[in-house]
């Protein structure tokens, strides 16, 4: 369990939400780190592990013809994947990762290329992120860019401008 | 990544099969142990995360009459997440894991009470586990003993009688 894991789920707390997450690339880490947490099942609802791309369109509802378009390694893909967990769960927020852990390329892109999504409340977003390293270290990676990126909107969503 | 995850990974490998999961105390653990191995994607195929009850209904399929009567601690809470996750994601086997991490009690039944569903062709099994730990501990014991049951299976399979 880490300080940022810890935040997320004060903040998620704080504001009365929920979350659930919906992993290819990070292939459960993300739930580890929100269920890590005590009192976790206050804030975290549950998430999908969508490692094959059929089971991003079947359990997830990705369309196929989006996956056709974009690829799984997409902005787009990321953002139908959170809004798929959202839907599925009933969580107020839900955050998704798809990307290329490696060591192999995936759809023509380099190990590292990594998109997350983050659906809520009239919020539909997707961040691109570019990183190196080893396998295990693109999948950790991408989880604290994903819950840096989570607190980030629950910050902003607490302290509105004006 | 453990020589068991491998072993598994090889297993299914062999027998031409595929696997999903459906966790609840183990909120991702045991797909990250089943996508640590290289080559996680020609096995593995997804999972859910039901760590609310909620979700174990409205995503997996859990009855909620069955969750009535037996509650979400019991072998045929396990059995039943297992089934929805192999019907979800279309894997040949899929295991599950429910119980109490602790530190506190749930549904009257103390911390390590855990049960292990697997699903499989013509198969349907619920292991009930008394852990001692942290936990972590309560946690990590579980993936080991569902990853050891699903090694079981397979390699029960590839050497039938007679």
Do not use: N, W
């Not at 659930?20 to 592990?49: F, K, M, N, Q, W």
């Not at 290329?113 to 997707?126: D, E, K, N, Q, Y």
């Amino acid at each position: 369990m880490t300080d940022l894991d810890t935040r997320v789920h004060l903040l998620l707390r704080a504001g009365g939400h929920t979350v659930a997450t919906a992993e290819s690339l990070t292939g459960g880490r993300l739930a580890v780190h929100l269920t890590d947490v005590p009192g976790a099942s206050e804030t975290y609802r549950g998430g999908i592990v969508a490692y094959a791309t059929e089971v991003k369109s079947s359990v997830l509802q990705v369309p196929a013809e989006l996956i056709d378009e974009h690829g799984v390694v997409s902005a787009e893909c990321a953002q139908a994947m959170a809004t798929g967990a959202r839907a599925l769960t009933g969580a107020s927020y839900a955050v998704s990762t798809t990307g290329v852990a490696g060591p192999a390329e995936q759809e023509g892109k380099a190990p590292g290329t990594v998109f997350v999504g983050i659906s809520g409340p009239g919020l539909l977003r997707a961040l691109e992120l570019d990183l190196a390293g080893e396998r295990r270290d693109i999948q950790e990676q991408t989880c604290v860019h994903a819950l840096e990126a989570l607190a980030a909107i629950l910050v902003s969503e607490e302290t509105p401008l004006g």
